[in-house]
Structure formats: structure tokens, C-alpha cells
């Protein structure tokens, strides 16, 4: 189940508790963060699949926290989740590579079908990233094998015989 672990960013307490409410009846696990500085210290310690948040908040908010988000390998799965109905703030905010917008006040049926396919995502991801790494590390032993057959090749055989 510690896979199935969701990070609720949102600075109201009453709606992150109704969101993690919601969350462990669908049987995943919640923490909750007030405000980005403290979800990126939570993540210091685990490294969260998908990470739901708002956007207007105190000390670093959402739009920044989904820009430090983005550098980490696997990136997260990322919901963003406010009041603002803006089309501009909408399209802003999708074009930063989030995986979903949800709009206050939250539709729980909806959420929970988008968290199970999130977390998806977030196993697809995660394969992706493993898969990539293994990949450089075959081409890195490759290249490795290549350089030595080629110091052989090259090497003086006098230098051999003494």
C-alpha cells in the first residue's frame, strides 16, 4: 500500500481533510502539506506517485511547487485542484504538463476514478524511468567494452613481450 500514497497540498484545512477523507475510503493512503515549502521537505523523505494541489497558497504556491515538481525523476503525477474557473489560468496551468484540473467543489466520484487511472500513469512512469536508467547502463558498459577493445588493439605488442 506505500505505493498507493497521495500528497494533498492545499492550505485550507477543512477541504485538505475532505480530500484525504476521500482518499483513504478508496483504500490509498493521504498525508496533507500546508503550503509547497513543506510538501518539498515531505518529499525529501518519500517520494510521492501523485500529489494533488492548490494553486493559491501561502509561502510558495502551487504553480511553484508543480515547477520544482517537474525536476524530480520520476515526476510525480500532478493534480492541481482550486476554485478558479479561468480558462487562461486553466490552459496555463495544463501547459505545465499536469495530469488533471479539478475544480472546487471537488466531485468525489470523479476524483477517485482520476486517482485510480493516475496512479496508472504513475506505475507507467516509474517502468519508464527504470527502463531508461537500464538503458544507459547498458550503453555506458557498451561503450566501456568498445574503449577497451580498442586501447587492446592499439597497445604496442613490444611492450607485451618485456
Known sequence: MSQHKILVVEDEHT???VIQDMITKNGYQ??????GLVALEMFKHYSYPIVITDLDMP???GE??????KTRTPCPVIFVETGLADPA??????KM??????????????????????????DIRRIRSISDRERIARL????DWYKWQERVKNRD???LDK
Open 15 to 17: 477541504s485538505a481533510r
Open 30 to 35: 493521504a498525508d496533507i502539506a500546508e503550503n
Open 59 to 61: 509561502e510558495m504556491n
Open 64 to 69: 511553484e511547487l508543480i515547477q520544482h515538481l
Open 89 to 94: 489560468t486553466i490552459i496555463g496551468i495544463m
Open 97 to 122: 504538463g499536469v495530469y488533471d484540473y479539478i475544480i472546487k467543489p471537488i466531485n468525489m466520484a470523479d476524483l477517485a476514478i482520476k486517482i485510480k487511472n493516475a496512479f496508472e500513469a504513475a
Open 140 to 143: 555506458e558498459n557498451q561503450l
Open 157 to 159: 605488442n613490444k611492450n
